[in-house]
C-alpha cells in the first residue's frame, strides 16, 4: 500500500504502478485529489491521475462520496489480491477525504459486475497437456514469476520430479525451484545460462507455467525453440499466445491446476507400464 498527495505526488507513483503491473504484483494505490467542484479546471496540483494510470494498472477509479470510500477500498484489495495481481489506483477529492459519513463497517460481500478471474482450469485441455507431456521426448519446463505469485512452488516440485525434465526459471521465478537441483538449468534469455537457453532451443516441447515469452527471454520470436509445442498456463488470459503461440492453453491458478495436471501425468504413466507388462 503506498499513500501520495495529488498532483505531482500521484504521477510520481506512475512508475511504480507500471513495474507493479508487469511484475503482477499486488498494489493499491491511494492518491489525493482537489474537490469535486475544482475538477477540470486545472486548479493547483490538480491531475488526471486516473486517466494516466489506467492503461497500467488492473483498475483506478475516484472517489467523490466519503460513503464510498469502506467499499471502494474493500474492492481496491479485493482486485489486486485475486486472479493475476497487480496494481489499484483509488484517488480520493479533498471533500470525500473530510466529508462526514455514516461507518457500516467493510462490506463482506462484493459484487464487482464483470470482475470474475478464472482459477480452475478447463479439464479436457489439462488432459491434453498431460498427454503431451507423456509423449515427448525432450519436455522443459519454463517457469515463471506466476508460479511464485499463485504459491504453487510444492506442487511444481512434485510435478518436476514425476516427469525429469529440465526446468528453466525467469528473474521473477528464482527459487521457486531449488537452484541445487540438478533439474535446474538456471535462467533463460539472454542474461541466461548456456544450458538454460540450449534446453529450450532443442526441446520439442515448452511447457510454460506463469511466463509470459518475453523478449528478454525469446530473443527473436522466429527462431525461438522452433521444434517446440507449447503448453502455457497461466491465470492472464491475455498472455497465452500473446508473443508465442500457444498449442494447449489453460486459463488457470496454477496452484488449481498443477495437482490435477500432476494426477493426470502419474496415472497415464501407470497406464503405460500396465500396458507394457
Partial sequence: VCIATSGPGATNLLTAIADANMDSVPLVAITGQVSTALLGSDAFQEADIVGMAMPISKHSFMITD??????????????????????VLVDVTKDAQVGMMEYRGIPEDLELRGYTPVTRGHSKQIHEAAKFITESKRPVFYVGGGLVRSGASEEFHKLAKLIGAPVVTTLNAIGAFPDSDPQNLGMPGMHGTVAAVGALQRADLIVALGARFDDRVTGRLDSFAPRATVVHIDIDAAEISKNRHADIPIVADLATALPILTEEIAQASSENKADIS
Avoid: E, K, N, V
Avoid at 464510498?68 to 489486486?80: K, W
Fill in 66 to 87: 466519503p460513503q464510498d470510500i469502506p467499499r471502494a477500498l474493500a474492492a481496491a484489495f479485493h482486485i489486486a489480491s485475486t486472479g493475476r495481481p497487480g496494481p
